[in-house]
């Protein structure tokens, strides 16, 4: 299995997380129940395979998925179709940096996972074509990047108080929360309108997820487990307000954030 991360550097590193490129991936199942992360994703299938969301409740397919595709931030986990030596590119962008690249406001994309229309959509579908006849994963991260670098509007930037603010929560989520709220050098009303915009989801739930990434690194660095994967609790908020409520799932952690757990056991995908 051949896989690969790349962090650009430049004017667009402040807003993507990761590209990632896997090929040859071999599952022993056919669905994986991914949670949320906190992050928005650009996803390109690589392999002619098209893809499934499937009912959360039944488990029947809902939705199909081909070439490329968006998922927008969800505040629950979804179930998705898991194929024999498939291969996909995947562009991860950080909480707060989708807007300036798809220019799409990111409550528009919550809790949905849809095709891209219009010139976006036309983009990046020749940009699909493209990686097509490139052979390594080198060559797909330098496509993405010079497409991440053309693509890019500064305008479309969050304001600085807004990364400020992003960064501070990442550092001292859930417990500073309130502290960082009223710190904010605008009106609460600014900051949700700015959230809504840029991040998609509320600080609340926000907080939640830059938590379990806390929780997460800590445990790396002090090498509580030498492996790729680590055992831990995921929580995820089921409404914005409260942190008391949680549904609590005992998953695997892949070193690269990405959630993957199988209907059939606890388990992950690690990519």
């Known amino acids: 299995m051949i896989f690969e991360t790349h962090t650009p550097d430049g004017p667009i590193a402040p ?17 994986e129940r991914i949670v949320p992360t906190g992050h928005i994703y650009i ?13 959360a409740e039944d488990l029947k397919p809902d939705a199909e998925f081909t070439r490329v595709w968006i998922s927008g931030m969800h505040r629950n986990y979804i179930s998705i179709s898991a194929h024999e030596d498939s291969e996909m590119f995947v562009l991860q962008f950080k909480p707060f940096g989708s807007y300036p690249f798809t220019h799409i406001p990111c409550e528009e994309l919550n809790g949905k996972i849809q ?63 309130n502290q960082l709220i009223e710190s904010y050098p605008a009106t609460q009303k600014n900051l949700i309108d700015q ?10 739930t926000i907080s939640a997820y830059c938590a379990l990434t806390i929780f997460y690194n800590a445990s790396i660095r002090k090498k509580m487990y030498a492996g790729p994967i680590l055992l831990m609790i995921v929580v995820t908020p089921i409404n914005r307000t409260s942190l008391k409520n949680l549904n609590i799932f005992l998953v695997l952690i892949p070193a690269n954030l990405f959630l993957w757990i199988s209907i059939r056991r606890i388990r992950t995908f690690f990519l």
């Open 43 to 55: 996803l390109f299938e690589l392999d002619g395979q098209v893809r499934n969301t499937f009912d």
């Open 195 to 204: 959230f809504k915009k840029y991040v998609g989801l509320t600080p609340n």
């Open 15 to 31: 807003f993507i997380e990761s590209l990632i490129h896997f090929k040859h991936f071999v599952p022993d199942h056919s669905i």
């Open 115 to 177: 095709t891209i229309e219009g010139e976006l959509g036309t983009e990046l579908l020749e940009l699909r074509e493209a990686m097509l006849i490139t052979e390594t994963s080198a060559e797909k991260f330098e496509l993405m990047e010079k497409w991440l670098l053309q693509r890019f509007d500064e305008a479309k930037a969050p304001p600085p108080e807004l990364v400020e603010f992003m960064q501070r929560l990442q550092q001292q989520p859930v417990a500073n929360l």
